[in-house]
């Protein structure tokens, strides 16, 4: 039989290990934001913030994100 008998009708997708990591980053992701809804308060300085705890840590986690780019790009 040739190939194109093979293939049939459906469509084969190939999921790769890197695709599955991504996949059980953003599972674990979405149940750490429902279960972190709670409003923290956050001090700098003289400024005080309330905020969902999810939202100030995906501050901070792209906060530090951003400074690292910006150190690689220095280097450069």
């Known amino acids: 039989m040739s190939e194109a008998g ?3 009708s459906g469509m084969r ?3 790769t290990p890197r695709t599955w990591l991504g996949i059980a980053i953003a599972v674990v992701a979405i149940i ?3 279960q972190n809804r ?3 308060e ?3 300085l003289t ?3 309330s905020a969902p705890l999810w939202v100030v840590l995906l501050v ?3 906060a530090g ?3 690292r780019w910006l150190v690689s790009k220095r280097r450069e």
């Open 6 to 8: 093979n293939s049939g």
């Open 13 to 15: 997708v190939n999921i």
């Open 32 to 34: 750490f934001i429902l």
């Open 38 to 40: 709670q409003p923290v």
């Open 42 to 44: 956050i001090s700098l």
């Open 47 to 49: 400024l005080q913030v």
């Open 60 to 62: 901070v986690f792209l």
């Open 65 to 67: 994100f951003v400074t």
